[in-house]
Nanobody
Framework: DVQLQASGGGIVQAGGSLRLSCRAS????????IGWFRQVPGKEREGVSC????????YYADSVKDRFTISRDNAKNTAYLQMSSLKPEDTAVYYC???????????????????WGQGTLVTVSS
């Protein structure tokens, strides 16, 4: 079975840090782009960051650039999202996703990803 297990969410004060993990199983991890998305109830899902499997090229939304860092360890089938200088507006459910055919123009589109994790809640208090 394909699984993406997101973890690491929690409650943190503004200015703090958290590291999210996304552990994958059931598919060839190093063939897939890994993306992180977030969603606040009542709002559209936002593509936060993604990383390609080979060159480890990365993308960041402007809202998180210079604060978040995405990485992956293909040997461990795990991707990470290091979040620093967190703001209350970063509060959301964070999801990791995997896509084999994601290209530059589609990397923030959820429809480009085949597999999704269950989400982990990040709450940033002011």
């Amino acid at each position: 079975d394909v699984q993406l297990q997101a973890s690491g969410g929690g409650i943190v004060q503004a200015g703090g840090s958290l590291r999210l993990s996304c552990r994958a199983s059931g598919f060839r991890f190093d063939d897939y782009v890994i993306g992180w998305f977030r969603q606040v109830p009542g709002k559209e899902r936002e593509g936060v960051s993604c990383i390609d499997p080979a060159d480890h090229n990365t993308y960041y939304a402007d809202s998180v650039k210079d604060r978040f860092t995405i990485s992956r360890d293909n040997a461990k089938n795990t991707a990470y999202l290091q979040m620093s200088s967190l703001k209350p507006e970063d509060t959301a459910v964070y999801y990791c996703a995997a896509g084999a055919s994601v290209i530059t123009s589609t990397m923030t589109e959820g429809s480009a990803y085949s597999y999704w994790g269950q989400g982990t809640l990040v709450t940033v208090s002011s």
